[in-house]
C-alpha cells in the first residue's frame, strides 16, 4: 500500500517547535529531544488515536492470553509451550 505524497497535510508537525528537531514518534505528547510540549491540537488528537491503537492492540493479545488460559489452565498453556520447544529440537532451553 502506498499513499501519494501529496496526500500528507501541509499542517502536519514532524518538528519540534521548541529544539526544530525532527520527531522520532507521533505518538508522544512531548518532543523526544527536549521534552517541550508539541502545542499543536491536531497532533495531540493524532498522538492520542495512535496511543489508543496501540492499547487496544495490546489489551486483544491479552485478552487471547487470558482466554487461553481459562480454557486450558495455566499448566495446559506451559506443557503447550514446552511441547513446542521440544519440537524445536531444542533440549537446552535455559528456562
Ligand atoms: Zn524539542
Redesign the pocket.
Known sequence: MSEPESTESAAEIVT?P??K?RLLTRTSML?N??G?KINDPEYQARAAQNRLERDQQERTELESVIQEEAQHGILGRLRRLGKQNKANGRSDTPL
Request: charged share 25%; with cysteine; glycine share 0%.
Open positions: 519540534c521548541e529544539c528537531r518532543c529531544w527536549c517541550a
